[in-house]
């Protein structure tokens, strides 16, 4: 009966260590398939196998009972080759690296429309509920004006509100932009005061979309034949010119 017991001894001796090798050896075949290298696969227990299964675990934002680390790899081998392996081999396929901006809370809320009208004579008596207007280009180096987009606004005691617009440049632009993201008044000598959105470039199909910028007016006004008809121009870049072209029935 002693002698039984001093063989079993050294059976279980040979073969818990190869056992936990090929344990980890499981877990690191796994984990070189994914975006979170473990070293070499050869079994055995290092920082860098330890430090991939770490941060996998972090990203899947996920426990495994009795830990991840090395006198646990049996259960982290049990889950990467059972029913959920696919889907996790999946969520580990790349690597996601949090990042922090030192971004004021007030700059996150900022609007890019946005603009101090304290100083500007609005024409608190304008009302007009139907005007034309046509945003245009104007290019520096070339004797080309573009029409950018067209729509039609109404003008309440000088208050500007865009009501239909056609964008057409393309690219990201959609009409409800012009909608949303127009802050605009009518001065008493007819001028457009505020800021809008603003799209710089057409984009044929095909070529890669391009934000839009946002633009301050007046840089200089044109009057036209009757108030408040005239055409506003605004800075766009180092290269071309914008305006609104108006006209109020």
Avoid at 71 to 85: R, W
Avoid at 137 to 165: C, H, K, M, P
Avoid at 203 to 215: A, D, N
């Amino acid at each position: 009966m002693r002698l039984l017991v001093v063989s079993l001894v050294v059976v279980i001796a040979w073969f818990a260590p190869d056992q936990a090798r090929a344990d980890v050896r499981c877990v690191q075949a796994f984990l070189a398939e994914t975006a979170f290298d473990p070293g070499p696969v050869d079994g055995l227990w290092g920082r860098k196998t330890g430090d991939a299964l770490t941060s996998a675990f972090a990203q899947l934002d996920r426990e495994v009972e009795g830990g991840i680390g090395r006198n646990n790899t049996d259960a982290v081998c049990a889950l990467f080759s059972g029913p959920e392996g696919s889907e996790i081999a999946d969520l580990l396929a790349l690597r996601i690296y949090p990042i922090s901006l030192d971004i004021d809370g007030d700059d996150l809320l900022a609007d890019p429309t946005a603009f101090d009208f304290s100083k500007v004579k609005v024409a608190e008596d304008a009302n007009f509920g139907f005007c034309s207007f046509t945003i245009k280009r104007y290019l520096f180096s070339e004797d080309v004006t573009d029409d950018i987009a067209t729509g039609t606004l109404s003008i309440d005691n000088g208050w500007v509100s865009v009501t239909t617009a056609r964008w057409r440049t393309g690219g990201f632009a959609q009409p409800e932009q012009l909608v949303e993201q127009t802050n605009l008044a009518l001065t008493t000598d007819g001028k457009l005061v505020g800021r809008m959105i603003y799209y710089e470039r057409f984009i044929p199909e095909g070529e890669v979309f391009e934000p839009p910028i946002y633009v301050t007016l007046p840089a200089r006004h044109e009057k036209g034949p009757t108030y408040p008809a005239g055409e506003t121009f605004f800075h766009a870049n180092g290269w071309s010119e914008g305006s609104i072209r108006l006209f109020c029935r």
